[in-house]
Nanobody, 125 residues
């Protein structure tokens, strides 16, 4: 079993920055894909970015490319996955979720095995 806990969300003004963190613990496979997703009220869930364990390959949705950066850091028993968000816009307002995937190709589709509970990001204009 794998546990994911997000943190770092909050209110921010447009143009500002936030760094989201996802602490991943449990039976983490050596080969994984970690993704960040978001969902705004009344909208479908959207894949934001992912990072692949092998070589740290990353991929971003067009809506965040050039503004968001996903990174990872291995601690003793915990993997940390970060989402640095710069030049935030009101349309970035959403609940942000971290997710882990151990099978299949990395993608921004929602077929991830484990999910966190989310952290709210609110960007005011």
């Amino acid at each position: 079993h794998v546990q994911l806990v997000e943190s770092g969300g909050g209110p921010v003004e447009a143009g500002g920055s936030l760094r989201l963190s996802c602490a991943v613990s449990g039976n983490l496979h050596s080969d994984y894909c970690m993704g960040w997703f978001r969902q705004a009220p009344g909208k479908e869930r959207e894949g934001v970015a992912y990072i692949y364990s092998e070589g740290g390959t990353t991929f971003y949705a067009d809506s965040v490319k050039g503004r968001f950066t996903i990174t990872q850091e291995n601690a003793k028993d915990t993997l940390f996955v970060y989402l640095q968000m710069n030049s935030l816009k009101p349309e970035d307002t959403a609940m942000y979720y971290c997710a882990a995937k151990f099978t299949g190709a990395c993608a921004l589709t929602g077929d991830y095995n484990y999910w966190g509970r989310g952290t709210q990001v609110t960007v005011s204009s």
